[in-house]
């Protein structure tokens, strides 16, 4: 037996309210319960399958920033997947509008976006090239550097809407 995926994360959160409205309106998550007196919420991603995907415990105003990477150990972020380039880049807008979004860049082969939420909890917006288009150059160019991420070069040469990580975090030839 194995492990088979990531299921959910929970993080600490100083107001549950005004992180479920960035999650919400920039991201497009939706509620699916919430705890009494706004100490929780759980919550969904707009493609999802799970029960929820993410889940915010408020510990109030008064907590102090992540110093998970600086002095103590903890998370650097999570990356949520999106199927297309056009999705990754109507996200990069949301985020730019939202004051969050923080790097864009090349892993050759993934694209990715970085961005802050309402604590400063980072994440990623991530889009994978797909089995069947990967190629010597993209792999190379991962293993080599991080490049900055130019979405107009990228959807010209894998298409705009060309479902990304099939292969690769999308199994194929699956039924059940």
């Given at each position: 037996?194995?492990?088979h995926r990531l299921?959910?994360?929970?993080?600490?959160?100083?107001?549950?309210?005004?992180?479920?409205?960035?999650?919400?309106?920039?991201?497009?998550?939706?509620?699916?319960?919430?705890?009494?007196?706004?100490?929780?919420?759980?919550?969904?991603?707009?493609?999802?399958?799970?029960?929820?995907?993410?889940?915010?415990?408020?510990?109030?105003?008064?907590?102090?920033?992540?110093?998970?990477?600086?002095?103590?150990?903890?998370?650097?972020?999570?990356?949520?997947?999106?199927?297309?380039?056009?999705?990754?880049?109507?996200?990069?807008?949301?985020?730019?509008?939202?004051?969050?979004?923080?790097?864009?860049?090349?892993?050759?082969?993934?694209?990715?976006?970085?961005?802050h939420d309402p604590?400063?909890?980072?994440?990623?917006?991530?889009?994978?090239?797909?089995?069947?288009?990967?190629?010597?150059?993209?792999i190379a160019q991962?293993?080599?550097?991080?490049?900055?991420?130019?979405?107009?070069?990228?959807?010209?040469?894998?298409?705009?809407?060309?479902?990304?990580?099939?292969?690769?975090?999308?199994?194929?030839?699956?039924?059940?």
């Amino acid at each position: 037996m194995a492990i088979h995926r990531l299921n959910h994360a929970v993080l600490y959160v100083r107001d549950v309210a005004r992180t479920v409205d960035f999650y919400r309106s920039v991201l497009g998550f939706r509620v699916k319960a919430e705890l009494p007196g706004g100490r929780g919420a759980f919550m969904q991603a707009p493609d999802s399958t799970n029960d929820h995907d993410i889940a915010f415990f408020g510990i109030g105003e008064g907590a102090g920033d992540s110093q998970a990477g600086r002095a103590t150990v903890g998370m650097y972020h999570l990356a949520w997947e999106v199927q297309t380039l056009d999705e990754l880049e109507e996200l990069a807008t949301k985020l730019a509008n939202a004051g969050a979004l923080v790097g864009a860049s090349d892993h050759g082969t993934t694209k990715s976006l970085y961005a802050h939420d309402p604590d400063g909890l980072e994440f990623e917006v991530v889009w994978l090239i797909p089995a069947h288009l990967l190629d010597d150059a993209a792999i190379a160019q991962g293993a080599a550097r991080i490049l900055p991420l130019d979405l107009a070069k990228e959807k010209a040469r894998y298409g705009g809407d060309t479902r990304g990580g099939l292969g690769i975090s999308v199994p194929l030839g699956i039924s059940v």
